[in-house]
């Protein structure tokens, strides 16, 4: 599904509490960590990356600059999926699969925004930013929390 429909879907379904001014929709929380080292360094990394997409957006910034920053949240997530795909494929964990399949639908999803978005056809708009927000804290409060707590098991 493209990134577009699903957030025509989700502004339906639900309430935008839309941050246009303060910078708190990526402000990274204690209650974030998931307790692995590597995981939680590279949560925060991509918190940044997203607030600086949104201070880009807030400032007006171009296309160009817009699409570079983007550009730097996309890598780095990849980089971030990878990495976690690495870890549960070396710990043999149960739900890899799933949770690579929810990786490659954001990847998918994302990367076919950002066509979009470099043709001209949509923009880079606080919606957007929620649903990434949105994202970001579903993927770390349950999905990654759980990647966390089988390694730990495993370790101790
Ligand atoms: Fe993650």
Not at 7 to 24: E, V
Not at 53 to 68: D, P, Q, T, V
Not at 103 to 130: C, N, P, S, W, Y
Request: charged share 20%.
């Amino acid at each position: 599904m493209r990134l577009t429909g699903c957030l025509q879907g989700m502004t339906r379904t639900m309430p935008i509490s839309a941050d246009t001014k303060g910078m708190t929709m990526f402000n990274w929380k204690a209650e974030y960590a998931v307790g692995h080292p590597d995981i939680d360094s590279q949560h925060k990394r991509l918190f940044q990356l997203a607030a600086e997409l949104h201070s880009s957006m807030l400032a007006g910034h171009g296309k160009e600059i817009l699409n570079r920053v983007l550009n730097n949240l996309i890598s780095y997530t990849k980089h971030h999926f990878a990495a976690e795909e690495q870890l549960m494929a070396d710990s043999g964990y149960p739900d890899y699969l799933q949770h690579k399949a929810k990786h490659d639908q954001l990847t998918a999803q994302v990367v076919e925004f950002q066509k979009d978005f470099v043709a001209g056809r949509t923009a880079i708009t606080v919606d957007l930013l929620q649903f990434l927000s949105n994202w970001l804290q579903h993927h770390i409060g349950l999905t990654d929390r759980k990647i966390a707590a089988y390694l730990h098991e495993r370790s101790a």
